[in-house]
């Protein structure tokens, strides 16, 4: 059975307004790539998140997930079904080779919610995006696109 999961690291550069011990969750979800001239949209049921920090800033490394909660691993299917009707394509065509064939990252979905609830729309850089089949290959994105500054809304 095809599966797909992700795993990103992203950076919020040094001097972010609100620190590690301050955040109550981190939010991954909803993303759009460009393939083929096509933008795709794509998200994942479930996902966990780690913070670290150094000079350079802070680093959360975001991996999709499957646990007792989360049932599927691959990508939400049900989520975006409209809009693959809408440009001709079938979500089980939606591989990790075809993800990491990306061309142009569209939209990248990340938002920091603190423990007074309130919602930190930080600029971030996607320092890094791999792709992992069902047979555990790792397909990574072009470094062309990672490393640019991005907005988080």
Not at 30 to 48: M, N
């Given at each position: 059975m095809k599966e797909v999961h992700m795993s990103a690291i992203v950076r919020i550069p040094a001097g972010c307004t609100f620190s590690k011990d301050n955040v109550a969750c981190i939010d991954f979800g909803?993303?759009?790539?460009?393939?083929?001239?096509?933008?795709?949209?794509?998200?994942?049921?479930?996902?966990?998140a780690d913070i670290e920090l150094d000079e350079k800033g802070m680093y959360i490394e975001m991996q999709t997930t499957y646990s007792g909660f989360f049932k599927n691993t691959d990508i939400d299917k049900e989520v975006f079904a409209k809009d693959y009707a809408e440009i001709g394509i079938d979500a089980e065509s939606i591989t990790a080779e075809f993800l990491a064939s990306a061309s142009e990252i569209e939209s990248f979905y990340f938002n920091v919610v603190l423990k007074n609830d309130e919602e930190i729309g930080e600029d971030f850089i996607l320092e890094s995006v791999v792709f992992v089949d069902e047979n555990g290959d790792e397909h990574e994105v072009n470094d062309a696109l990672l490393g640019i500054p991005m907005s988080s809304y």
């Open positions: 909803s993303y759009t790539f460009v393939i083929a001239e096509t933008a795709i949209p794509f998200d994942f049921e479930g996902y966990s």
